[in-house]
Antibody, heavy 116, light 108 residues
Framework: EVQLVESGGGLVQPGGSLRLSCAASGFTFSSYWMHWVRQAPGKGLVWVSR????????SYADSVKGRFTISRDNAKNTLYLQMNSLRAEDTAVYYC?????????WGQGTMVTVSS | EIVLTQSPGTLSLSPGERATLSCRAS???????LAWYQQKPGQAPRLLIY???SRATGIPDRFSGSGSGTDFTLTISRLEPEDFAVYYCQQYGGTPLTFGGGTKVEIK
């Protein structure tokens, strides 16, 4: 079964850090570009970041540039999002998604809450 | 950045009725790289339509997409009870990728 499973979310204080993981299974992970998308409570979907298939190219939304880092380990079939200098406005469910044209496979999401 | 504006914000319809959802882009979406997603409460989004008009795997044919350039439409020909949800359009032809604000289809 093709699957993405996120982990690593939780409660963190403003200014803190968190690393999210997204474990892929059921497909050749190293062949696909991968993305992170977030959704604040009761709000819409917002694209966060993407990485190409071999990890050599990345891109970020302006709102997270310089604070978040996307990476991947193709040997472990895992995507990561390192989040530093977290702010209250980063509070959201974070989804990883596979891009095959559009975003055809999504994880179930992991909740990140930034609060003191 | 391409801004996507979805209308209406909420659509109140009865099962069996036709739903027409609009997505307008602030500039032309290249090569019709326009997708539609369905999201139900507590669930991840699900891909319905890609390339403006191609149905994703397993999507019923009551869902159809059309449009090009800056104007796109998602049509649900006859609403089933499981179709009441929020629908998002997305352009994936340029960076940053962007989503519309969503249209909620609710039971009248």
């Amino acid at each position: 079964e093709v699957q993405l499973v996120e982990s690593g979310g939780g409660l963190v204080q403003p200014g803190g850090s968190l690393r999210l993981s997204c474990a892929a299974s059921g497909f050749t992970f190293s062949s696909y570009w991968m993305h992170w998308v977030r959704q604040a409570p009761g709000k819409g979907l917002v694209w966060v970041s993407r990485i190409n298939s071999d990890g050599s190219s990345t891109s970020y939304a302006d709102s997270v540039k310089g604070r978040f880092t996307i990476s991947r380990d193709n040997a472990k079939n895992t995507l990561y999002l390192q989040m530093n200098s977290l702010r209250a406005e980063d509070t959201a469910v974070y989804y990883c998604a596979r891009r095959d044209g559009a975003f055809d496979i999504w994880g179930q999401g992991t909740m990140v809450t930034v609060s003191s | 950045e391409i801004v996507l504006t979805q209308s209406p914000g909420t659509l109140s319809l009865s099962p069996g009725e036709r739903a027409t959802l609009s997505c307008r882009a602030s500039q032309s979406v290249s090569s019709s790289y326009l997708a539609w997603y369905q999201q139900k409460p507590g669930q991840a989004p699900r891909l319905l339509i890609y390339g403006a008009s191609s149905r994703a795997t397993g999507i019923p044919d009551r869902f159809s997409g059309s449009g090009s350039g800056t104007d796109f439409t998602l049509t649900i020909s006859r609403l089933e009870p499981e179709d009441f949800a929020v629908y998002y359009c997305q352009q994936y032809g340029g960076t940053p990728l962007t989503f519309g604000g969503g249209t909620k289809v609710e039971i009248k």
